[in-house]
C-alpha cells in the first residue's frame, strides 16, 4: 500500500511564524503536490514537483515556496504565516496507472489542518 | 467556464436508493477521468477511474461522454456508508503536465436510514 504521511495532523501558529510542513511518501513516486482546501473552494494546488530540485508553481503560489531535496519528501514552507493561509493542507503523490501512461492516480496524506492566529 | 463542474448537492437519500452525480470539463484535450470520495476531515481517496466503455465495480457505474465532456457516477442500493463527499477529477494533459489533476468542488452525498 501506498504510504503518504504528514509531520501534524493539527497545528497552530502566529502570524508572521515562518511554518514548515512535511510530507513524506514511500512508493518512489516521482511527483508530489501540495493543495489546500476550504469550504466552498476545493482543491487548489500551491506547488508540485516532477522530481528532486524540481518545483512548479501551482494555481496559488503566493506566500508559499517548497522543497525537495529527497525524491520522497516535499516540503513546504509559510514564510510569514498569515491568518487568511488558516486552512487545511493536503500532500500528493503520483505515478502512472499501469498500462496507462498517461493516467495518473494521486494518493494523499492524511492532511494538516493549520490554524493561524 | 469553470473547468470541472459538478452540483455541490448536498445529495439526502434514504438507503437502498439508487442515485446519479454528474460532472462536465471544458478541456476537450483531457485524457483520464476519476472519481473520487472523501469523508468528512479525511483525506480524498481515489473510488475508481472513468474509462471511455463505461466501468462498473459492484454497486458503482462510471460512465464518460467525451461529446458532451460529462462524466457521472451511478450509486445503486446506498448504503449509510455512502454517505461522503464524491470529487470529480480530470487529468486534463496539458503538455507537460505529467500527472497535474483537476478536482471538481465535490457533490456532498448523505444517506439516512
Known amino acids: 500500500d501506498v504510504k503518504v504521511t504528514q509531520s501534524s495532523r493539527y497545528l497552530v501558529k502566529r502570524t508572521g511564524e515562518k511554518v514548515f510542513l512535511e510530507c513524506v511518501q514511500d512508493m518512489d513516486h516521482e511527483n508530489m503536490f501540495w493543495y489546500r482546501q476550504d469550504p466552498g473552494l476545493g482543491l487548489r494546488l500551491i506547488y508540485f514537483?516532477?522530481?528532486?530540485?524540481?518545483?512548479e508553481k501551482g494555481d496559488i503560489p503566493e506566500g508559499y515556496s517548497v522543497s525537495r531535496e529527497k525524491k520522497e519528501r516535499f516540503s513546504l514552507i509559510l514564510e510569514s504565516a498569515s491568518t487568511n493561509q488558516t486552512s487545511m493542507y493536503l500532500c500528493?503523490?503520483?505515478?502512472?496507472?499501469?498500462?496507462?501512461?498517461?493516467?495518473?492516480?494521486?494518493?494523499f496524506g492524511p492532511g494538516t489542518r493549520l490554524t493561524v492566529t | 467556464r469553470k473547468e470541472v463542474e459538478q452540483d455541490p448537492g448536498p445529495f439526502n437519500v434514504p438507503e437502498g436508493a439508487t442515485v446519479a452525480f454528474n460532472c462536465t470539463y471544458s478541456?476537450?484535450?483531457?485524457?483520464?477521468f476519476f472519481w473520487y470520495r472523501q469523508d468528512c476531515r479525511k483525506e480524498p481517496k481515489l473510488l475508481m477511474s472513468v474509462y471511455s466503455s463505461g466501468n462498473e465495480d459492484g454497486r458503482f457505474t462510471a460512465q464518460l461522454n467525451r461529446a458532451s465532456q460529462y462524466i457521472s457516477l451511478l450509486i445503486r442500493d446506498s448504503k449509510l456508508s455512502d454517505s461522503a463527499t464524491y470529487l470529480c477529477v480530470v487529468n486534463p494533459n496539458y503538455g507537460g503536465s505529467q500527472g497535474n489533476l483537476i478536482f471538481g468542488k465535490g457533490t456532498k452525498l448523505s444517506v439516512k436510514p
Open positions: 500528493a503523490s503520483s505515478h502512472p496507472l499501469a498500462g496507462r501512461s498517461s493516467s495518473y492516480e494521486q494518493y
Open positions: 478541456n476537450s484535450a483531457s485524457q483520464s
Open positions: 514537483s516532477y522530481d528532486v530540485k524540481m518545483k
